[in-house]
Nanobody, 121 residues
Framework: QVQLVESGGGLVQAGGSLRLSCAAS????????MGWYRQAPGKQRELVAA???????NYADSVKGRITISRDNAKNTVYLQMNSLKPEDTAVYYC???????????????WGQGTLVTVSS
């Protein structure tokens, strides 16, 4: 079993910054990919950024240059540093992990509960 716990969401003015954190716990052998998705009201969930255990990153075009994803493999934690935030960044942000468990060995995709980011104009 793997659980993802997210934190760091809140209210911020346009141009401000937030850092989201997501910590994975459970019977984890490794986490191949960790990432952040977001879903705004009336819209589908979309990828914001993802990072592999080797440090390869992928960003949505809308956030390139403003958002940085990083991870601490020893802590099974991923971070999303968001700068120069815009009102259109307002959404529920969800952590995602693709993990290998132990006892027994499994490959799982796990989602966090979501954390709300609101950017005021």
């Amino acid at each position: 079993q793997v659980q993802l716990v997210e934190s760091g969401g809140g209210l911020v003015q346009a141009g401000g910054s937030l850092r989201l954190s997501c910590a994975a716990s459970g019977s984890i052998f490794s986490i191949n990919v960790m990432g952040w998705y977001r879903q705004a009201p009336g819209k589908q969930r979309e990828l914001v950024a993802a990072i592999t255990d080797g440090g390869i990153t992928n960003y949505a075009d809308s956030v390139k240059g403003r958002i940085t994803i990083s991870r601490d493999n020893a802590k099974n934690t991923v971070y999303l540093q968001m700068n120069s935030l815009k009102p259109e960044d307002t959404a529920v942000y969800y952590c995602n992990a693709k993990a290998i468990t132990i006892l027994p060995s499994r490959y799982l995709e796990v989602w966090g509960q979501g954390t709300l980011v609101t950017v005021s104009s």
